[in-house]
């Protein structure tokens, strides 16, 4: 499995996908916290988080005593740049081209 | 308390292919920071309590000011760090960003940049949030594959 495969797979899942919202919306938390929002058991969070942090979606920290998950979104963007942009950038152009020639013409 | 530091913290992460030298000369000299560093030249002598300042390309406007506080090359530098490319976030106080460089299995190095002590620079934390992922996917992409993103290898 590559890189790009670990980080759809870690997304191709609600529950992960729902860990990373709550990180995006407050990043740097604990287990703990992240358990206490969602209806599953510290174990299978603990499981998800796993997932998430092999795929470097998650990237964790120690400070003092506690361990704080981080969204990590630098995969996101290498395969926005890979995968997105290529198949979008000359629908893109087209747009601009329409938009620039109904200016012009306007 | 312990919130407060929370969301006064930032951690990016990503591995390359690349040794920590490589990646050391990536990050300080602006021949290759113009390449992923939204275009700016990153001037720095990587020597405790000198300037860590970022240029526009030109050099014609200054858009980063800092002072590297701690320096172990090639595997860690620390410096402070205030955007003047906004009047917002030139106002706030200067937080602290940290280069880690750890070499990992198979020919890769973990490269981690912590984004800190953003505490009172809420507008500076928002910026940031938002360009950290391309500065390290653009910085991958230029030490991987030896041209800046969306390239595809042609010249623009």
Redesign the interface.
């Known amino acids: 499995m590559d890189d790009d495969d670990r980080v759809f797979k870690a997304l191709a899942d609600s529950t992960r996908r729902h860990l990373l919202d709550r990180l995006f919306e407050r990043d740097g938390r604990t287990l703990t916290e992240l358990e206490s929002e969602l209806e599953m058991t510290r174990f299978g969070v603990m499981k998800h988080l796993r997932v998430l942090e092999d795929a470097g979606l998650v990237v964790t920290r120690r400070e003092g005593r506690e361990k704080l998950h981080f969204l990590n979104a630098v995969p996101i963007r290498l395969i926005h740049d890979r995968w997105i942009d290529k198949y979008t950038e000359h629908r893109v152009a087209a747009l601009a081209g329409l938009k620039r020639e109904l200016e012009e013409t306007g | 308390m312990?919130t407060m530091?929370?969301?006064a913290?930032?951690?990016?992460?990503?591995?390359i292919r690349a040794t920590p030298e490589r990646i050391w000369d990536a990050i300080t000299k602006p021949e290759f920071t113009t390449q992923y560093f939204f275009g700016s030249a990153v001037e720095t002598t990587g020597e405790p309590g000198t300037p860590w300042v970022g240029w526009t390309g030109d050099r014609a406007q200054q858009l980063v000011d800092g002072e590297v506080i701690e320096s172990d090359p090639p595997r860690l530098l620390r410096h402070t760090w205030r955007a003047l490319y906004d009047a917002e976030t030139a106002a706030e106080p200067f937080s602290r960003v940290t280069w880690e460089i750890e070499p990992a299995d198979g020919g890769v190095t973990k490269l981690?940049v912590?984004h800190d002590e953003l505490e009172h620079a809420a507008k500076t934390a928002a910026s940031v949030a938002g360009g950290?992922?391309?500065v390290?996917?653009g910085l991958?992409?230029l030490l991987e594959t030896g041209g800046p993103?969306?390239g595809g290898g042609e010249s623009a």
């Open positions: 312990s530091t929370e969301q913290t930032q951690v990016y992460s990503v591995y981690t912590v950290w992922p391309w390290l996917s991958k992409t993103l969306g």
